[in-house]
């Protein structure tokens, strides 16, 4: 478990994070998501040792982490650190022996993950000679190749198309099924929605929500329900206790704290036709993370 506690960092009279806490689980994707700015790739840097925090510090399984734990994370730094002359292949095999991995094992991660990541066909090509897209795999890889205890990913998904964010999506979910904390960062709340059990919001260096998604999404939808009628359903706006939030003919997302008055909507609707639909509707993080910033 990666703790991250009260980090404050100051860069001349700016205080970029004010006092940061927040936990990533073992065996647990954590997304950390924050406009450009907010104090991400500094709070990743703090928790690498990079970066020297004023106040505040980050625990691994409830200890300061020293020089022998870094050498076990796996670090997606913002600034990607390839060699562009050097062959793909090469290279992972390099990362990894200088991680302490023998020849044969180094050899055998690399030639998974390029499996797993799509890259196998390129393994002879010097990086510079990959796509963009595909340099992001390889970096991912570099990241992972050593068998890292903790992974922290600054913008994993950045300029993936969907497949490819299928793809890493799915590689780093088997790492952190072996049980690693696993930290990354993204602007992308689709992804972070559907790939992340807990996550982090940071706005101007302070932690605004952390915790479990669904639960926030549960917390933030309290009596949010929809329902899909056939014909127009206009009728909803005169239903006592409702407040109709959106509206389009027979679709409409409607609040209220009162089953009781759900269920009656669920009753008038049935009375005047066939419903399509009907239940309660969980909140995008987008209008979360609009709402919290
Ligand atoms: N070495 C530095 N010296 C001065 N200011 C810095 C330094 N590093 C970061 N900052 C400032 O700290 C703030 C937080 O930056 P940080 O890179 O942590 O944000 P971020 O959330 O990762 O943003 P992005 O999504 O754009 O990568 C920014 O205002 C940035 O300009």
């Not at 709340?189 to 706005?203: A, K, Q, T």
Request: negative net charge; hydrophobic residues 40%; charged residues 25%.
């Amino acid at each position: 478990m990666l703790d991250v506690q009260h980090l404050t960092k100051r860069f001349g009279d700016r205080t970029v994070l004010d006092d940061v806490t927040f936990t990533v689980r073992d065996g647990v994707l954590t997304g950390f998501v924050g406009a450009n700015g907010a104090g991400k790739t500094t709070t990743m840097r703090c928790i690498l040792g990079v970066v020297r925090p004023d106040a505040g510090e980050a625990l691994l399984g409830g200890h300061p982490i020293g020089i022998s734990d870094r050498a076990r994370f796996g670090y997606m730094p913002e600034e990607r650190g390839l060699y562009p002359k050097m062959k793909v292949h090469e290279q992972l095999v390099y990362f990894a022996e200088l991680h302490g991995l023998d020849r044969a094992t180094a050899t055998r991660n690399t030639d998974a993950l390029l499996e797993e990541l799509g890259l196998a066909e390129r393994r002879g090509d010097l990086v510079e000679a990959l796509s963009l897209g595909n340099q992001q795999r390889a970096q991912i890889a570099a990241a992972l190749v050593h068998d890292p205890e903790v992974l922290i990913l600054d913008e994993p998904f950045s300029g993936l198309d969907p497949i490819a964010v299928e793809t890493v999506l799915g590689v780093l979910q088997r790492y952190a099924a072996r049980g690693i904390p696993v930290l990354y960062s993204s602007h992308q709340l689709d992804v972070v929605e559907r790939l992340s059990d807990e996550l982090v919001i940071i706005s101007g260096g302070v932690v605004k929500i952390a915790g479990n998604r669904r639960a926030l999404q549960e917390e933030h939808s309290r009596g949010l329900h929809r329902i899909v009628v056939a014909d127009d359903a206009g009728w909803l706006r005169d239903e006592p206790g409702v407040e109709v939030l959106d509206f389009d003919r027979g679709t409409a997302l409607f609040r209220t704290t009162d089953e009781q008055a759900a269920q009656r909507v669920l009753h008038n609707a049935l009375a005047r036709g066939p419903v399509e639909a009907f239940g309660p509707n969980l909140v995008k993080l987008s209008e979360i993370y609009r709402e919290v910033i």
